[in-house]
């Protein structure tokens, strides 16, 4: 049994294997300088480190459109602007206006997974309420 210092000083006893002692140097980064300062830059022993900066990519934009047909009332497409695409009244009539005389119209313009979400929330919305109102998204 053998009493050495701890941490902080104190004696402790401890039972080593048989054999010679071994000492136990503290490991510095000095140490590893002064052991490559006899090469080269840029030679075996040189690491290169390099941060690379992840880019993230912006989401594809895609047009929910509303397509004209001969059945659907106007005051329902109004309705329709207003309650899913969150447009005042004005806005809602002139969209709605727009899809009567072009066939066609621009509901909004939003990231892949809204414009899914909006489209079957109006084509739903639609079928429930009985009115052949036809709802589309495309890549912008």
Do not use: W
């Not at 040189?46 to 990519?57: C, N, S």
């Amino acid at each position: 049994m053998t009493t050495v210092p701890d941490i902080n000083g104190t004696a402790i006893s401890r039972t080593f294997p048989a054999g010679p002692p071994v000492r136990i140097a503290p490991y510095a980064a000095d140490d590893d300088r002064k052991r490559n300062s006899n090469k080269e830059p840029g030679g075996p022993g040189t690491a290169v480190i390099t941060k690379t900066k992840t880019q993230t990519k912006k989401p594809s934009l895609y047009r929910v459109l509303l397509l004209n047909d001969d059945y659907t009332p106007m005051e329902f497409v109004v309705h329709v602007l207003e309650r899913f695409f969150n447009k005042d009244r004005e806005a809602a009539t002139r969209i709605m206006l727009h899809v009567h005389h072009h066939g066609i119209g621009e509901c909004g313009i939003y990231t892949y997974e809204v414009a899914e979400t909006k489209v079957t929330q109006v084509m739903d919305f639609a079928r429930k309420h009985q009115h052949p109102l036809q709802c589309v998204m495309e890549k912008k």
